[in-house]
């Protein structure tokens, strides 16, 4: 038997199985559902996370990984929540995207693959990077409370790593 892969932070990257996904994909709404699991967009200034501005982690809507901390979230004028980096570069996956014409990297959650969004180059310093994501890919979890945790990975034991 292999060791999960864990993260940096300590948080486990092994996928949920196919009795997890089922159930962690039955849960959703057909919007969440369109764009999680079928790429899709959400219409830009329309998401509910995009004004949230208090102290927090944002995390995976569907297996509940830590994504992105509210100190790295910034107004970009696009219409989508946008980061310069996640909590931890392990925890999002960068996949090269060619629909629609257009060259970009898709983001997508590194544990269950759920499409996040996308990344670009020109986004605020430190990094210069632009993690644009779909409000309904994410839940929001206010400063120091419980992390999500559908799989029952024991990710609350890390999240002081998470608010730091």
């Known amino acids: 038997m292999s060791t999960p892969e864990v993260s940096p932070s300590g948080f486990s990257l092994s996928p949920p199985n196919a009795e997890e996904r089922k159930r962690l994909e039955a ?4 919007e969440e559902a369109e764009v999680l699991l079928h790429h899709g967009t ?6 509910g996370l995009l004004d949230q501005k208090d102290d927090g982690v944002y995390c995976c809507r569907l ?29 999002v996956t960068a996949i090269r995207d060619v629909s629609y014409g257009m060259v970009r990297i898709e983001t997508t959650c590194a544990r269950c693959g759920s499409h996040q ?7 605020p310093p430190p990094t210069r990077l632009r993690y644009c994501i779909n ?16 799989l029952g990975r024991g990710d609350n034991a890390h999240a002081a790593g998470v608010y730091a």
């Open 27 to 30: 849960d959703l709404t057909r």
């Open 42 to 47: 959400e219409a830009p200034f329309c998401g």
């Open 63 to 91: 297996c509940g990984l830590p994504l992105f901390q509210h100190k790295t979230k910034f107004e970009s004028g696009t219409g989508w929540p946008s980061f310069w980096a996640p909590v931890d570069e392990a925890h």
């Open 117 to 123: 969004g996308h990344v670009f180059p020109d986004g």
């Open 135 to 150: 409000s309904i890919s994410l839940t929001f979890v206010k400063g120091g409370a419980a992390l999500p945790d559908p």
